[in-house]
C-alpha cells in the first residue's frame, strides 16, 4: 500500500511541474490589439512586455500584405536586412515559440514596412530571473485583450492542482 501512494505522489509532482509550465506561459499578440501592422509603436509595446522563456509570440496580420521574418542581428534589424532572414512565415496568424533566453529580432518582409518601423527586438528572460508576480501584470497598450490571459491561466492551474490534490488526498487515505 506505502508503493501505491507513493507512486500516486509521484505522479502528482510530475502533473503539476507539466501543468504549471503550462499555466504559466503567456501568448504574446505583437502589437497588441493592433496586430502586426504599419501603425503600431512596437518599441512601446515590447518595453511593455516581460518575455519569459516558454511563452509565445503570436504575429497577426493580413497574408499578402504583411509578413514575419526573423533576422540574426540586431544589425540586421537596424538596417532592416530582411534578405539575410533567418526564418519566414507568411500565414497571417504565426506562433513563435520562445524557448531559450536571450534576443530575437523580428521584421516584416514587405518591401518598405521595416523602414517604416515594422520590426521588433523581443528580449526573452529564464521564466526563473522574474517574479510571477511582474509576469502576470504586464501591461499592454489600450485594448489588447491578451494580458488578461495570464491570470486566468493561473486561476485554472490551482482549481486543476486542487483537484488533483483532492484526488491525490482521497487516493492515499482510501489505499
Known amino acids: 500500500m506505502k508503493i501505491c501512494g507513493k507512486f500516486v505522489l509521484l505522479l502528482l509532482v510530475i502533473l503539476v511541474t507539466v501543468f504549471e509550465k503550462r499555466a504559466l506561459a503567456k501568448k ?6 493592433q496586430g502586426w501592422d504599419e501603425s503600431t509603436d512596437f518599441d512601446s509595446w515590447a518595453s511593455a512586455q516581460t518575455f519569459n522563456v516558454g511563452d509565445e509570440l ?22 532592416c ?16 515559440k520562445l524557448s531559450k533566453a536571450g534576443t530575437r529580432y523580428f521584421a516584416c518582409g514587405t518591401s518598405g514596412h521595416c523602414g517604416q518601423g515594422m520590426k521588433v527586438k523581443i528580449t526573452t528572460v ?50
Do not use: C, M, W
Not at 504574446?28 to 490589439?33: N, R, T
Not at 503570436?58 to 538596417?79: D, N
Not at 529564464?126 to 486566468?152: L, N, Q
Open 58 to 79: 503570436e504575429f497577426k496580420y493580413t497574408p499578402g500584405l504583411h509578413s514575419v521574418v526573423e533576422l540574426g542581428s540586431e544589425s540586421a534589424l537596424k538596417s
Open 28 to 33: 504574446h499578440v505583437v502589437g497588441g490589439s
Open 126 to 175: 529564464a521564466a526563473d530571473s522574474s517574479s510571477s508576480s511582474s509576469s502576470t501584470t504586464t501591461t499592454s497598450p489600450p485594448g489588447a485583450a491578451h494580458s488578461v490571459s495570464a491570470s486566468s491561466d493561473r486561476f485554472q492551474f490551482l482549481g486543476l492542482f486542487a483537484s488533483i490534490a483532492s484526488f491525490v488526498a482521497s487516493a492515499v487515505l482510501f489505499v
Open 81 to 96: 536586412d530582411v534578405g539575410s532572414s533567418l526564418n519566414s512565415l507568411s500565414s497571417g496568424s504565426d506562433t513563435i
